[in-house]
């Protein structure tokens, strides 16, 4: 090699290494089925985000958590189209760095934020709403946690369920389903009942959200009537040894019930029930 060629390659070598690293390296780009922590990575279909976030009802005033954000398509939806704030929680590095690019992209940088960090190590207990596209084995590793949080928050899962614990909705959309619950109040066992100047034991068995109940009715142990548990609202139904048919809505919130009854023969008011 002459010495012109020497200098020649000398200088493209030197040009190659002064090149940022940007511009050596090509921008991350996600692969559908590409591996994760726990799962493989696929995108959930825009119509199938758009009725899962329509089935949680989301709005301006909620935060909706992302578990297992990807690309960051639920998140960005929830802010954009719904105007909630959202947090997706993303394992992969290079997944979240992408995915808070598209919510930059998109202009919702402000209200939807990728976080990198590990579902089961990262807190969402502020969550109105949650989203995941999982495997069945990780909703059921996170179902003790979600049923912990505040009665009535919104889980919406693509694709899976979490066992026994029956969905309040299920919508089926070109192929694909997704689930719906709602976080049931804690109404299991005794409850102190006050109305008006009447006093009544009342007795829940609860699995999940749907509960039986029974009421004392001085030597009588009557049966409540459908007995309905929706997040913190309650309602049940009882007939009094007078005959009267009573009915009973309220809300449940730290040890304790309180919300309106009428009965058939016009009366009504008030009640309480604390817990026993």
Sequence with gaps: MNVTAKIAAALAASLLFSLPAAAQQKPYEPQVGQAGKDVIWVPTPDEVVDRMLRMAQVGPNDLVFDLGAGDGKIAIAAAKKFGARSVGIEYNPDMAKFAQGNAE??????????????IFATDFSQATVITMYLLPQLNMKLRPQILSMRPGTRVVSHSFTMEDWEPDETSSL??????????????????????????????????????EGAIGLGQTLGGLRSARLSGANISFSYVGNDGVLRNYTGRVADGRMEGTFHADNGTEGRWIATKK
């Design 174 to 211: 070109e192929g694909h389903r997704a689930y719906f619950w709602m976080v049931p109040a804690n109404v299991n066992g005794g409850w102190a009942l006050e109305t008006g100047s009447d006093k009544a034991e009342l007795a829940f068995e609860q699995r999940f959200q749907k509960i």
């Design 105 to 118: 992209k998109a202009g919702v940088a402000g209200r939807a934020r990728i976080v990198n960090g590990d």
